[in-house]
């Protein structure tokens, strides 16, 4: 399916989870299997072709498409969560949101220095999560090779804090 028609199965939730907030659902592309399908080949062949050895899903919902690119593409999935939700010791950073501030962990021991990894998450909005999940791979001596998007609120800037790697979207809003 192409971006166009993968958009019709992305529905607009306005005024959540607050007031001015329009909320991108992706649950009905999630019930559509051939859509699911489309946007799981397109986040394969996104970490492929960027040569990373190694997916980190950001919780939630970047388990979901992160789980089923793992399992195409026969690489290890690693999962970044929110603060103490992860069993053993773990790395954090705490970064900002619009209004406050959160913090992301990743197992101490499954980033190893060098190896490639790739970025999945189903949105990029202002891109803290995602460029503290960066910054959790690097500063422990992975390498970020791309991240891989569902959605891009271009608008939000996400992107900008993503330097020094690739990254894809497949779906653009602006």
């Known amino acids: 399916m192409s971006p166009m028609e993968l958009s019709s ?17 992706i649950t009905p592309l999630l019930a559509q299997p051939d859509a ?10 996104t970490i492929e072709l960027s040569g990373a050895s190694e997916i980190v899903a950001i919780e939630s919902r970047g388990f979901i498409f992160g789980a089923a690119v793992s399992r195409q593409l026969s690489v290890p999935l690693q999962l970044v969560r ?17 209004y406050g501030s959160d913090q992301v962990e990743i197992h101490k021991d ?6 490639k990894y790739a970025i999945i998450d189903d949105v990029l ?13 690097n500063s422990n001596g992975g390498v970020v090779e791309c991240c891989a998007f569902v ?20 779906i653009k809003y602006n």
Request: glycine content about 8%; proline content about 6%.
């Open 36 to 45: 699911f399908a489309s946007a799981v080949d397109f986040l394969a062949r």
């Open 9 to 25: 199965y992305i529905k607009d939730v306005p005024n959540f989870p607050k007031a001015g907030i329009v909320y991108k659902d």
């Open 151 to 170: 959605i891009e609120l271009s608008e939000l800037g996400g992107r900008q804090k993503l330097s020094g790697c690739v990254v894809e979207s497949l």
């Open 82 to 98: 929110k603060q103490g939700k992860l069993p053993r010791p773990s790395f954090h950073v705490r970064y900002d949101l619009e």
């Open 110 to 115: 499954v980033i190893q220095p060098s190896r």
């Open 125 to 137: 909005a202002t891109g803290g999560t995602a460029a503290a999940t960066a910054e959790l791979i």
